[in-house]
């Protein structure tokens, strides 16, 4: 463990030895929803046209995890789709899902298995042409035993979640593409899977109604917690994902940790996954001739993303979109701050996001706050690399008078200046965000501040957040 602000907090404390965090070793304590190991599928075997569709695949995939399978034409990604999904058999290897030895079932276990756990999303929508809309969202329902009125229900609850519920007696082919897609999005979930699979599910669709999909996907992941693993040769979309898988020629090349993705999702790490480069270190190598400024630039709208992320829990994508559109104007400093408020508070035909004023005044002044105190960390933290010592304090109480508006409890003089020690450390960077939200948490006489569980959270989150603004870690 390589962590010098164990034994500094130690000293300054009360001399207490503090709780041992788990190091990278003991943090695999979350089993994978998906493991594949040493898979291959391959097609004529031993004959000269012997092809391989998948060609030794390990791979793992976490609960709650939003995975893109990338790679052009023909690289094996639908067929890895498939095994997923208990659809093709492998020829070589195991995949299990939620525990289970795919292998081990019989065929009939593994078309229940397949409508139990997993929600599929095609291309071409594959809804049936002679089916209303809401018979081909219950569909799946039939084979399990469930009233005809419940199912019926049950549809129309998903149909008018995704804003398809007046369409629910018409045919499929009555409905534009996005229209369509959104009904096959309701079938793949009536059964209210864990998993949820898709096959180039945008790639038909104009760039808004595609647009309009990702974010279904998106909210499905992030506040229904469904593991989205979805195929794309479409690189626009991989910022949606905590993971890309790329593949090439039946092979993983490459996985890439989206760390931005992390942020917004405010979670730990999953187990054993390393730290990976960051956004901005990507950046960097894609375009080494850009200055750190125009970096900056490009980053905004990926910034924006998380900064509105951070602002919402239950808004509808429309406003996200008009929201991050609005805030990355913001952080560019292309609109003022009166002018974010006026987009916040007027109405969706206007442009505008629609929110009633006091929560558009609210948000503004967050994404103020939360944008003005990142330009106060960056300028105070070239201070302390020359040395001006009594402005990185400054910077510390600034930072943390930010950080306990999200605090309700109180705190002794001690805890704060713990708070102090956790947050000078966090801006030096000798701590990650995980260390800092357990530091937090941990019992003050355990060498911690002494907060609880959700204040660390919510407290770490937001820092994380105005540090990303700056320095985009
Ligand atoms: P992707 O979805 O990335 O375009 P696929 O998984 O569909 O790729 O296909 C991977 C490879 O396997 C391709 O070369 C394809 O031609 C081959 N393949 C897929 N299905 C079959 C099949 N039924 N018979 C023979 N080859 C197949
Ligand atoms: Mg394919």
């Given at each position: 463990?390589n962590s010098?602000?164990?034994?500094?907090?130690?000293?300054?404390?009360?001399?207490?030895?503090?709780?041992?965090?788990?190091?990278?070793?003991?943090?695999?304590?979350?089993?994978?929803i998906?493991?594949i190991?040493d898979l291959?599928?391959?097609?004529?075997?031993?004959?000269n046209?012997?092809?391989?569709?998948?060609d030794?695949?390990?791979?793992?995939?976490?609960s709650?995890?939003?995975?893109i399978?990338f790679?052009?034409?023909?690289?094996?990604?639908?067929?890895?789709?498939?095994?997923?999904a208990?659809?093709?058999?492998?020829?070589?290897g195991?995949i299990f899902?939620?525990g289970?030895?795919l292998?081990?079932l019989?065929?009939?276990?593994?078309n229940n298995?397949?409508?139990?756990?997993?929600?599929?999303?095609?291309?071409?929508?594959?809804?049936?042409?002679?089916?209303?809309?809401?018979d081909?969202?219950?569909?799946?329902?039939i084979?399990k035993?469930?009233?005809?009125?419940e199912r019926?229900?049950?549809?129309?609850?998903l149909?008018?979640k995704?804003?398809?519920?007046?369409f629910?007696?018409r045919?499929?082919?009555d409905?534009s593409?996005g229209?369509?897609q959104?009904?096959?999005?309701?079938?793949?979930?009536?059964n209210?899977?864990?998993?949820?699979?898709?096959?180039e599910?945008?790639g038909?669709?104009?760039?808004?109604?595609?647009?309009?999909?990702l974010?279904?996907?998106?909210?499905?992941?992030?506040?229904?917690?469904k593991?989205?693993?979805a195929?794309?040769?479409?690189?626009?979309q991989?910022?949606?994902?905590?993971?890309?898988?790329y593949m090439k020629?039946g092979?993983?090349?490459?996985?890439?940790?989206?760390?931005q993705?992390?942020?917004?999702?405010?979670e730990?790490?999953?187990?054993?996954i390393?730290?990976e480069?960051?956004?901005?270190?990507l950046?960097?190598?894609?375009?080494?001739?850009?200055s750190?400024?125009q970096?900056?630039?490009?980053?905004a709208?990926?910034k924006?993303?998380?900064l509105?992320?951070?602002?919402?829990?239950?808004?509808?994508?429309?406003?996200?979109?008009i929201m991050?559109?609005?805030?990355?104007r913001r952080?560019?400093?292309?609109?003022?701050?009166?002018?974010?408020?006026e987009?916040?508070?007027?109405?969706?035909e206007?442009?505008?996001?629609?929110?009633?004023?006091?929560?558009?005044l609210k948000?503004?002044?967050l994404v103020e706050e939360?944008a003005?105190?990142?330009d106060?960390?960056?300028?105070?933290?070239?201070?302390?690399r020359?040395?001006?010592?009594s402005?990185?304090?400054?910077?510390?109480?600034?930072v943390?008078?930010?950080?306990?508006?999200e605090?309700?409890?109180e705190?002794?003089?001690s805890?704060?200046?713990?708070?102090?020690?956790?947050?000078?450390?966090?801006?030096?960077?000798k701590?990650g965000?995980n260390e800092f939200?357990?530091?937090?948490?941990?019992?003050?006489?355990?060498?911690?501040?002494?907060?609880n569980?959700?204040?660390?959270?919510?407290?770490?989150?937001k820092?994380?957040?105005?540090?990303?603004l700056?320095?985009?870690r």
């Amino acid at each position: 463990m390589n962590s010098p602000f164990l034994t500094t907090i130690d000293l300054k404390n009360t001399g207490t030895p503090p709780v041992d965090l788990p190091d990278d070793q003991n943090e695999i304590e979350e089993k994978p929803i998906i493991r594949i190991k040493d898979l291959s599928v391959i097609y004529f075997a031993g004959k000269n046209n012997e092809s391989r569709a998948l060609d030794g695949i390990n791979l793992e995939i976490y609960s709650g995890e939003y995975i893109i399978f990338f790679g052009p034409s023909g690289s094996g990604k639908s067929t890895l789709l498939n095994i997923i999904a208990g659809l093709e058999i492998p020829t070589v290897g195991k995949i299990f899902v939620d525990g289970q030895n795919l292998a081990h079932l019989s065929s009939n276990d593994l078309n229940n298995f397949h409508r139990k756990k997993t929600g599929m999303v095609f291309q071409t929508y594959n809804l049936i042409p002679s089916l209303s809309v809401l018979d081909n969202v219950i569909l799946p329902q039939i084979f399990k035993r469930v009233r005809s009125q419940e199912r019926k229900k049950n549809g129309r609850i998903l149909l008018k979640k995704f804003n398809v519920d007046s369409f629910e007696n018409r045919l499929p082919q009555d409905l534009s593409g996005g229209q369509q897609q959104r009904v096959g999005i309701a079938r793949a979930l009536i059964n209210d899977p864990p998993i949820l699979l898709s096959d180039e599910a945008t790639g038909n669709l104009d760039s808004e109604a595609a647009q309009n999909v990702l974010e279904i996907f998106n909210s499905l992941n992030l506040h229904e917690k469904k593991t989205v693993v979805a195929v794309t040769h479409n690189p626009e979309q991989l910022f949606y994902a905590d993971r890309i898988v790329y593949m090439k020629d039946g092979k993983i090349i490459k996985i890439e940790i989206n760390e931005q993705r992390k942020i917004i999702r405010g979670e730990n790490e999953y187990g054993g996954i390393k730290k990976e480069r960051t956004e901005l270190d990507l950046l960097l190598q894609a375009y080494p001739d850009l200055s750190s400024m125009q970096l900056q630039v490009m980053m905004a709208p990926f910034k924006a993303k998380m900064l509105v992320a951070y602002l919402l829990s239950n808004f509808d994508y429309r406003e996200i979109e008009i929201m991050e559109a609005a805030v990355t104007r913001r952080l560019l400093k292309t609109i003022s701050q009166e002018e974010l408020f006026e987009i916040f508070d007027s109405s969706i035909e206007s442009g505008g996001v629609g929110l009633n004023k006091n929560t558009a005044l609210k948000f503004s002044a967050l994404v103020e706050e939360v944008a003005v105190k990142a330009d106060f960390i960056q300028e105070e933290a070239y201070g302390v690399r020359e040395n001006k010592k009594s402005s990185f304090e400054r910077t510390i109480d600034e930072v943390r008078k930010s950080l306990l508006e999200e605090y309700n409890g109180e705190l002794s003089l001690s805890q704060v200046a713990a708070l102090n020690k956790g947050i000078e450390y966090r801006l030096l960077s000798k701590i990650g965000k995980n260390e800092f939200q357990e530091y937090l948490d941990r019992p003050f006489e355990n060498g911690g501040v002494g907060m609880n569980k959700r204040s660390a959270r919510n407290i770490s989150r937001k820092f994380e957040v105005m540090m990303l603004l700056k320095f985009g870690r």
